[in-house]
């Protein structure tokens, strides 16, 4: 892996350190910590004073007014027209996360205002993505007479139009890309990335659009009710579907996520309180992590596995009886997809060991009869982690696939697939993440021409995994405090990464321990200092009855002593932690350490709460041992700049 060390403008840093030190709300009194604090800052583009106050400290004052995005006005003019008129709605929304989370916000925010709405969530398997005729035209036979899409439709021409032919008034509510043909003839489009929107924040999840719609509808029709309170409620779900679909953390959305984690901590409502329980991670203060890998796999487990309404009545019912029912039931969907996931991945990594093309190729497509299409994402998520290429996974069901894809940072795949658009029925998305059908006959192209496609525009230099280093450290740094100012920075996610360190010359003081056959401790010190000079050591030693201590300076022995007696100082100050190298125990294995080694280690910094052993570790990244990096100094001095301390 290369370490690539983040830099920062040291006058940028000095400004802001008294703007830290003298916000009290931030408890950054010492200045080195603040300067730790405003280098971190600033490595994430904050170097304005005002800037780095609402970063650190998010309010509801911070949120942009939701009239700032275009067709929010003609929307809540609609959506207050059927209200008065109690006129049927329908909110027509994805399957994931975020299209179930932001089906809830919307339908409660409207039930609050007076008005119902009744949902559609598609069958991932016999529907698919997006708007489709038959459900509109169905509801249009219903009475509906207005339809409003969340997390879907910006590329939904062909509906949109079966809704104009109807008398069905559509609003579309997106976040994804429109394509270069423009947006669909809608009553009204929300999508802060339509052209000519000028809404602050772009990078808005489905549910964070929703979020804005429902705020300006409740803004117009609550005027009496606290909207505080109104808003702090829908936050706690709008921070859940930010995480889940990996959007920027900066901005808006770190208003969502923060308020919003903060008050997961006493959620009310008996659906998600049961699905934090379930989630083993009620009670208390989540991390964005938990968020992402406990509590979102379990409510995309109902749309990958099975049917997403679950998700709609988990937050819905008022039982609590009824809610750990569901609840359960979304944990048991989630093991099963686990165990589907497993089984595909096995499937892939077979496939890429036998075909020398896959393993030579610069976009991985893959494909297998019958992969359940839930669970396909994920495995093109795993496939990029493992082999550091964009990846797309494809499940065959006879003459139609359908296909789901992710990518590494410097590969935008969303143009990778309008390069050719006549290869698929449909397909959108982001630049890192898509999705698609196709006819089967054609997967064997678009495997040649993706791959064409990646190496016109990638070098074998992009496929090497890098690991950003915010800042080289000493043991003797890492303290209580510093882990503190660490926890100011979260929410961590997509622009706003947990900051990784450095540390060089450290010394394994015991025996490896594997944990779970994966998993492996390491006892992690400070490396011993440097063995006196000898020279330094034959003038404390030399006997003064000896013939040759008459040739010694008394200002020379007291210097030898000094440096002699520094060592063994910083020696007995040094300190030993636990690292955890989760998934590492092969690794550690191969290179074969021993106590006493000395190792250059990257590594995040955590705090176990065991009330016996606990206190601060390490979560090991990558290390290098003396061998590893005896091999690589040469070429790392070259392509690296000047490591660099924390308090620098």
């Known amino acids: 892996m290369r370490w690539e060390f983040r830099t920062a403008d040291p006058e940028q840093v000095e400004r802001l350190v008294p703007v830290l030190t003298s916000e009290s709300s931030l408890r950054v009194s010492d200045p080195a910590t603040a300067a730790v604090l405003a280098r971190l800052l600033v490595q994430r583009g904050i170097t304005e004073p005002e800037a780095a106050l609402r970063f650190l400290a998010p309010s509801l004052s911070h949120l942009h007014s939701p009239y700032l995005m275009t067709g929010v006005k003609e929307a809540v003019a609609r959506i207050e027209a059927a209200i008065e008129t109690k006129e049927p709605m329908l909110i027509y929304g994805d399957y994931d996360v975020d299209g179930t989370t932001a089906i809830v916000i919307l339908k409660t925010a409207i039930e609050l205002c007076g008005g119902a709405a009744d949902f559609h969530t598609p069958h991932r398997i016999r529907d698919g993505y997006d708007l489709r005729d038959d459900i509109i035209e169905r509801a249009a036979a219903a009475g509906v007479r207005l339809i409003i899409s969340v997390d ?49 924040c772009k990078a808005l999840c489905g549910a964070g659009v929703a979020f804005k719609l429902a705020q300006a509808l409740m803004e117009k029709r609550l005027q009496g009710r606290d909207q505080v309170k109104l808003l702090n409620s829908f936050m706690k779900v709008a921070a859940i579907a930010t995480i889940a679909d990996s959007v920027s953390l900066m901005d808006e959305n770190r208003v969502f996520t923060k308020l919003g984690l903060e008050g997961l901590r006493t959620a009310a409502n008996p659906g998600l309180k049961a699905l934090l329980e379930v989630a083993q991670v009620s009670g208390r203060p989540l991390t964005s992590g938990e968020v992402a890998f406990r509590v979102a796999p379990r409510i995309n487990a109902a749309g990958r596995m099975d049917v997403a309404r679950d998700v709609i009545e988990l937050f819905s019912v008022k039982d609590a009886a009824r809610a750990r029912e569901i609840a359960g039931r979304l944990d048991r969907l989630n093991a099963e997809r686990q165990e589907e996931e497993r089984r595909i991945l096995e499937g892939i990594d077979a496939r890429i060991e036998q075909d020398p093309a896959l393993r030579d190729a610069f976009c991985v497509v893959v494909d297998g009869e019958g992969w359940h299409r839930g669970v396909i994402g994920i495995a093109a998520t795993r496939v990029v982690e493992r082999y550091g290429r964009p990846a797309l996974v494809i499940s065959r069901n006879g003459e139609e696939a359908h296909g789901s894809g992710r990518s590494i940072r410097p590969f935008h795949l969303l143009n990778a697939l309008e390069s050719r658009p006549d290869f698929f029925t449909r397909f959108g998305g982001h630049s890192h993440a898509v999705g698609f059908s196709m006819p089967s006959s054609r997967v064997e192209e678009l495997r040649a021409h993706l791959d064409a496609y990646a190496r016109a525009r990638l070098t074998p230099a992009d496929f090497e995994p890098a690991l950003l280093i915010a800042a080289e450290v000493e043991f003797d740094q890492i303290t209580p405090g510093l882990f503190q100012i660490l926890q100011q920075l979260e929410p961590f996610g997509v622009d706003n990464r947990e900051p990784v360190f450095s540390a060089r010359n450290i010394r394994l003081t015991a025996p490896p321990r594997v944990l779970k056959e994966k998993h492996v401790k390491l006892k992690l010190g400070a490396a011993r200092h440097e063995e006196p000079d000898p020279a330094d050591m034959a003038l404390l030693t030399t ?50 350490l021993l106590p006493g080694d000395t190792l250059d280690i990257a590594f995040t910094l955590d705090q176990n709460d065991h009330p016996d052993y606990g206190g601060l570790e390490l979560s090991l990244r990558d290390f290098r041992s003396q061998a590893e990096t005896k091999t690589t100094a040469a070429s790392a001095a070259a392509a690296s700049p000047t490591l660099e301390r924390l308090s620098s």
């Open 152 to 200: 879907m439709g910006i590329r939904a021409f062909a509906p949109a139009e079966t809704a104009r032919r109807l008398g069905v008034d559509l609003i579309v509510t997106d976040h994804h890309l429109p394509g270069a043909e423009g947006i669909p003839s809608a009553f009204a489009v929300v999508n802060p990335n339509q052209a000519g929107c000028s809404y602050p």
């Open 543 to 592: 006997p003064r009855c000896h013939p040759d201590s008459t040739a010694f300076r008394r200002g020379e022995v007291e210097a030898a002593r000094t440096k002699v007696q520094s060592g063994n100082k910083n020696w007995q100050k040094s300190v030993v932690f636990d690292a955890l190298g989760w998934r590492m125990a092969e690794r550690i294995a191969q290179a074969q």
